[in-house]
């Protein structure tokens, strides 16, 4: 079990893009992790408010969410995207880091089922929540 | 009556041209992943150009979903926003010198973006257009198709709701 949750640290943690965005794995085990992202200027989709692209809160969804599946105690290795949707809340603050927590809640021989919420310093109010089915792999 | 004499192809290129790449530079994102634009008269093709660091699955290896979803949603607004400021290019009422100063209309909001992943990404370009289902004043829906090798393999595709720009002064 610990073997399972270390590999898929060490999978999340050598993923170039995500590097690329500065995402930190914060916490991870048992079918769910929890990601953060900084703040960063390059990352801007709307240039009159500064607030972060949609497309980088996806990035850090879909990483997280498969993150989440590849921790499940039922997960025998690596996963991928079949479907991932995203609902919009608000735009983040901009200068706030986001942070994303995702639960693998259900998982069979081949679909893992996700469920994600991002928000920034204000945890009260989500600036985004995800759904999406993953495929289960027997390697990575 | 006479029709007008058509504006010499330079003048129209030139025009629609520094209309796109203002609206383009303007964004940090788009050129973060380095996405650019074909343009054909007001059709947009988006180009992902590949670099190793969109990398999600280094041992296949392939390109991660979230860039994949990102291109898809940078293609949806940017496509979106070209077609509602398309006529005010074309009339003057926008001016591509401001637009380049900052001078731009407010973007369309996302609601919602949801993704079908059907191929995984391969490590090299890959192209995607939009086609606008429904744009209304309010709300607009986008469908957004995208493919590496062969157009009608496509390796992903999105539908996504987007909040149009509320004009202020509506109502005083």
Request: with cysteine.
């Amino acid at each position: 079990m610990a073997d399972k949750t270390d590999l898929a640290r060490q999978f999340i943690q050598a993923i170039p893009h995500a590097k690329e965005l500065g995402m930190v794995l914060e916490e991870i085990g048992d079918g769910t992790a929890c990601i953060s992202m900084p703040y960063d200027e390059k990352l801007i989709g709307d240039p009159q408010s500064g607030v972060i692209a949609g497309g980088a809160v996806s990035a850090l969804m879909d990483t997280c969410c498969g993150a989440a599946v590849m921790c499940h105690p039922d997960a025998p290795g690596g996963t991928a995207t079949i479907d991932l949707r995203i609902d919009y809340m608000r735009g983040a603050t901009p200068g706030q880091s986001i942070t994303t927590r995702a639960t693998c809640h259900h998982i069979t021989r081949s679909v893992a089922f996700v469920r994600a919420v991002a928000s920034d310093d204000d945890t009260d109010r989500p600036v985004a929540t995800a759904a999406g089915a993953f495929t289960v792999e027997s390697g990575f | 009556m006479k029709r007008p004499r058509p504006e010499p192809i330079q003048v129209v290129k030139q025009r629609r041209d520094a209309a796109l790449n203002a609206l383009l530079d303007s964004v940090p994102y788009i050129r973060f992943l380095n996405v650019s634009f074909d343009r054909r008269g007001d059709e947009l093709t988006a180009q992902l150009n590949f670099n190793d660091k969109h990398i999600g699955n280094p041992f296949l290896p392939a390109i991660h979903g979230g860039v994949t979803a990102a291109f898809l949603e940078i293609t949806a607004t940017v496509s979106l926003n070209w077609s509602q400021i398309w006529g005010s290019i074309e009339s003057g009422a926008l001016d591509p010198e401001d637009m380049a100063k900052g001078i731009l209309p407010r973007q369309p909001k996302t609601i919602d973006f949801s993704v079908d992943y059907l191929r995984s990404g391969l490590p090299r370009d890959a192209y995607a257009r939009a086609t606008i289902s429904r744009a209304g004043r309010r709300y607009a829906s986008v469908h957004v198709e995208a493919w590496q090798d062969h157009k009608d393999k496509l390796f992903a595709q999105a539908t996504g709701h987007f909040l149009m720009p509320q004009e202020k002064a509506a109502k005083s």
